[in-house]
T-cell receptor, first 114, second 111 residues
Framework: GNSVTQMEGPVTLSEEAFLTINCTYT??????LFWYVQYPGEGLQLLLKATKADDKGSNKGFEATYRKETTSFHLEKGSVQVSDSAVYFCALSDLTDSWGKLQFGAGTQVVVTP | DTAVSQTPKYLVTQMGNDKSIKCEQN?????MYWYKQDSKKFLKIMFS???????INETVPNRFSPKSPDKAHLNLHINSLELGDSAVYFC??????????FGPGTRLLVL
């Protein structure tokens, strides 16, 4: 079956530091990959996505590249802000399986200190 | 404009009670979902409807019954609530097999 593994948190870093959150996946088909973000007390927001190999998704200074050879979709940001403190979820959706239901990783909490 | 809305936002109730959570989307999507987020933030799909037809039904106790009166609404009714049902329940919607957009969540606490 499909699955997503992402690095455990919490990840604590100072403002302006470089952020990487690792995400790897297993899938039998050709999944689309997503990063969702959950700010404290809120719902999930789509941060970025990539639908095929070598695609790069980007938004709000965050980037992730769909790497089929390493089955990875690592999230990066060059200079984080306190407002980036949130839980980040990597997810996949395999359109050949079950109407594209989202399979989530366990989430990584990021804490950015001033 | 609210895209995916849920009511109530918070729900505190006693064990054994029956409760409902409502979800509405104004995005014109034809697929809606219910997800459960446990205390460790782990998210898992429960149900999905496409054009009012049930298409995903994960291993969920029979006490949970979804209902979709029309494409814009997907409600979740829970019978005989148990302590383990305490969680955050998220509704989401999408165009068929496209990106999903989530509601703000309903925080359920069973005492």
């Amino acid at each position: 079956g499909n699955s997503v593994t992402q690095m455990e948190g919490p990840v604590t870093l100072s403002e302006e530091a470089f952020l990487t959150i690792n995400c790897t996946y297993t899938a039998t088909g050709y999944p689309s990959l997503f990063w969702y973000v959950q700010y404290p007390g809120e719902g999930l927001q789509l941060l970025l996505k990539a639908t095929k190999a070598d695609d790069k998704g980007s938004n709000k200074g965050f980037e992730a590249t769909y790497r089929k050879e390493t089955t990875s979709f690592h999230l990066e940001k060059g200079s984080v802000q306190v407002s980036d403190s949130a839980v980040y979820f990597c997810a996949l959706s395999d359109l050949t399986d079950s109407w594209g239901k989202l399979q989530f990783g366990a989430g990584t909490q990021v804490v950015v200190t001033p | 404009d609210t895209a995916v809305s849920q009511t109530p936002k918070y729900l505190v109730t006693q064990m054994g009670n029956d409760k409902s959570i409502k979800c509405e989307q104004n995005l014109g999507h034809d697929t809606m979902y219910w997800y459960k987020q446990d205390s460790k933030k782990f998210l898992k799909i429960m149900f999905s409807y496409n054009n009012k037809e049930l298409i995903i039904n994960e291993t969920v106790p029979n006490r949970f019954s979804p209902k979709s009166p029309d494409k814009a609404h997907l409600n979740l009714h829970i019978n005989s609530l148990e302590l383990g049902d305490s969680a955050v329940y998220f509704c989401a919607s999408s165009a068929t097999q496209e990106t999903q957009y989530f509601g703000p969540g309903t925080r359920l606490l069973v005492l």
